[in-house]
């Protein structure tokens, strides 16, 4: 099972600032990785796919980037809508797996 | 509108049974993977289960493997997951989530169902 590990489990940023959050695989992944948000009572929503496409409506202030093992997840110009949890997938292996998420709070 | 809709979830003892559905609306239902996605109380996201288009390749997590059945009926646009010798370490949200087209992330989600299971 490949395990995904999220850094850091929790980031204070204030509105407007840029929110960098990393996922790291136990083994490489391709490009076969994905970021979905979620906010308390929701279901979580695709963000990225393919290390850095954005889903549809997705506002470009979201950026995916990274390969192999090492990925990143950056929001510019964090809005208040933007505060939530964060998880990361890899869906290149079974079972598919999940970060443990990280959660982006206001600072 | 694209829709994923959960319904089945409920209270059950330890040992005993539920079916848990998934309707979906607003797009062609049999060109798409689908999974069940599970998060427990205050905790992150387990992948569950998937299926592939036809219904002929499943798989499962292993916390959940020869317990769980996943299955779909293209006919009625729906997706099932057939819980069997329920835990307490089963209590969650159950979601149902398509995987994208021709990517394999999860693009719609459902707005989950409850299982808690209790004596």
């Known amino acids: 099972e490949i395990v995904m590990t999220q850094s850091p489990a929790t980031l204070s940023v204030s509105p407007g600032e840029t929110a960098t959050l990393s996922c790291r695989a136990s083994q490489g992944v391709r490009s076969n990785l994905g970021w979905y948000q979620q906010k308390p009572g929701q279901a979580p929503r695709l963000l990225i796919y393919g290390v850095s496409t954005r889903a549809t409506g997705i506002p470009a202030r979201f950026s995916g980037s990274g390969s192999g093992t090492e990925f990143t997840l950056t929001i510019s110009s964090l809005q208040s809508e933007d505060f939530a949890v964060y998880y990361c997938q890899q869906y290149n292996n079974w079972p598919r797996t999940f970060g443990q998420g990280t959660k982006v709070e206001i600072k | 509108e694209v829709q994923l809709v959960e319904s089945g979830g409920g209270l059950v003892q330890p040992g005993g049974s539920l079916r848990l559905s998934c309707a979906a609306s607003?797009?062609?239902?049999?060109?798409?993977?689908a999974n069940w996605v599970r998060q427990a109380p205050g905790q992150g996201l387990e992948w569950v289960s998937y299926i592939t288009t036809s219904g002929s390749s499943t798989y499962y997590a292993d916390s959940v493997k020869g317990r769980f059945t996943i299955s779909r009926d293209n006919a009625k646009n729906s997706l099932y997951l057939q819980l069997n010798s329920l835990r307490a370490e089963d209590t969650a949200v159950y979601f149902c989530?398509?995987?994208?087209?021709?990517?394999?992330?999860?693009?719609?989600w459902g707005q989950g169902t409850m299982v808690t299971v209790s004596s």
């Open positions: 607003g797009f062609t239902f049999s060109n798409y993977e």
């Open positions: 989530a398509r995987d994208g087209y021709h990517y394999y992330a999860f693009d719609i």
